[in-house]
């Protein structure tokens, strides 16, 4: 068994815009928001940037912010560790129509936005980080197989922020990954407890049994490959030890128990 400890958490979808509103909805003091919420506007980009800036780069880059703020970290000397299931849908589908069609009038900007480490990329670029940023994508185990890799790098770096982003699917994309909704979720995780700790996370791999598939709370962004982490959402907005499953294969689950700092 390992642990860390969880200093600050964020969230983004239409319906939920963050962790306390999601929290709020949790405890039955508030509703879902409806219409959707607007995309968010990150405040790290220059607005001309902001305008530009794909929708996966907007989503990723606000709730990795926002869990900074909320855990006190400084973001200029934080590693990084950014997941997603399948990158920039939309970009993706308009790359393969283009190409498929004129593939001279590819767009320099779009293109540039297409790799999957964009996001990561304008992360550390708009904060000024040097520290090492990993990249990744394990299909519909990307959430758990992100945080695997984040909590194992805290036992180095002693804190990691890590950013998992997804959003809609279309056109034939959606017959490759039938990704719905937008989705961004980010937190902060420490070797040592601080201040700023909120739960201790004790945490170990398993083999996968029967159950570890259940996720109610996942029905807030049905259709999103990453709707499982508002398990650990709501296991955080509780307030009591709980225990969150995320299979990270057909054979091995990712067993989080959290207690709140205190309890």
């Known amino acids: 068994m390992h642990a860390c400890h969880l200093e600050g958490i964020a969230l983004w979808t239409p319906s939920l815009p963050s962790h306390a509103h999601a929290a709020r909805v949790w405890r039955g003091v508030a509703a879902a928001v409806d219409p959707p919420a607007p995309r968010p506007a990150p405040a790290l980009l220059a607005p001309t940037e902001r305008r530009r ?11 990795a912010a926002d869990a900074c703020n909320a855990a006190g970290a400084d973001p200029t000397s934080l590693p990084s560790v950014f997941a997603s299931t399948e990158g920039d849908l939309v970009i993706s589908d308009y790359m393969c129509s ?32 040097h520290a090492p940023a990993t990249s990744l994508s394990a299909w519909r185990e990307t959430w758990a197989a992100g945080l695997l890799e984040a909590l194992l790098q805290t036992e180095d770096a002693g804190r990691v922020l890590y950013v998992a982003y997804d959003i809609e699917a279309v056109g034939p994309m959606r017959t490759v990954c039938d990704s719905r909704g937008a989705f961004g979720t980010a937190l902060v995780a420490a070797r040592e407890r601080s201040e700023r700790a909120t739960h201790r996370i004790e945490w170990r791999t398993r083999e996968r049994r029967q159950g570890d598939e259940l996720a109610p709370h996942a029905r807030h962004a ?3 490959p990453l709707a499982r982490a508002l398990e650990l959402h709501a296991a955080v907005a509780a307030g009591v030890t709980g225990t969150v499953c995320a299979p990270l294969s057909a054979g091995l689950t990712l067993e989080l128990t959290l207690e709140p700092v205190g309890a």
């Open 98 to 129: 283009t190409l498929a069609t004129e593939p001279r009038a590819i767009s320099p900007t779009r293109f540039h936005n297409s790799v999957h480490n964009a996001a990561s990329g304008y992360w550390t670029i708009a904060t000024g980080c």
């Open 53 to 63: 800036a794909p929708d996966t780069v907007a989503i990723a880059l606000a709730v």
């Open 222 to 224: 049905a259709g999103n």
